[in-house]
């Protein structure tokens, strides 16, 4: 894509192939729906597809992972939205423990725990942390994405971090105790 | 004990995804994009409707009686010397009612302006008018 002049049909699925994977992580991480993660993706490069008369192929990757943070960011506000209004209803709640659920359950405790963690993140510190750390981008690549200096990544990731570090110790030193008191 | 390193566990997409991204380019070259246009420009033309008889509907209203000018007309006995003490209406020539009097029953007073230096007060002397 960055030899190319201009974007066509042909560059924007050659940039499919290479960025599927790493954009489809990143954007997971906000709507934690892997229908909906992929359809956001899909979304996002038709969005780029529309624009490529006005995109210059050097900017092109930056710009498709802003897009695609964007659409993210936007549905996941969305579905806020409407669970605010009781138009979507609340998730089931949790079976009743079993032994022989436990293993199973103990990787969903786990899951939930982790997208507790992020989504209590705030959304400056969610969008650097996950093209950080999913995206696999350098600060410099995250501080194009987002127009932020790198210094600015570097700090925001640090303390994404530390964030999560602090809610995911808390969520492990809750479960141990609700496991002391079933015992 | 989930550590922040499992939060980057790598997920593979779901397989098909360039064939649909293929259809999508498909169809948008196709001119599917331009839909949404249509209803966005629907959407603003129902809003300038919309603005527009709320104009209508606000310039047609009747306006608001003038409260104070009903009150200016026909000032109520029991409020009298308030609204002359603010200047709402002329002190009267003779005498004004005053509430209560004696046993309860509205009473003649005479309002006398008393000069003083600040223009930004008026002082009014109110007596029993004489019989």
Known sequence: VDRVETIDDAAVEALYAELERPVYNVVFRWVWDREEAREVVQEAFVRLWR?????EPA??????YRIAVNLASNRRRWRRLRRVVALERAPA???APSRAADEAMEREQRQAAVRSAVEAL????????????LAGLSYAEVAAILEIPAGTVASRRNAAMERLRSVLD?????AAARRARVR | MTSP???FEQLEPPPGGREALRARLARERGGAHRRPRVWFAALIAGAACAAALLALWWRAREPAPDLFAGAR????AEHYATMVSLKMIPPPPDGV???PGPGGQPAPVHLRQIPVDSPSVVLYVASRRAR
């Open chain 2, 73 to 76: 007309a026909h000032p109520p």
């Open chain 2, 97 to 99: 009612m005053a509430a």
């Open chain 1, 170 to 174: 808390d969520e492990a030193g809750g």
């Open chain 1, 59 to 64: 900017t092109v990757r930056p710009l498709l």
């Open chain 2, 5 to 7: 390193t499992d939060l």
């Open chain 1, 122 to 133: 705030p959304e400056r510190l969610r969008r650097v942390v996950t093209l950080c750390e």
């Open chain 1, 93 to 95: 709640a949790a079976p």
């Open chain 1, 51 to 55: 624009m490529r008369a006005r995109v």
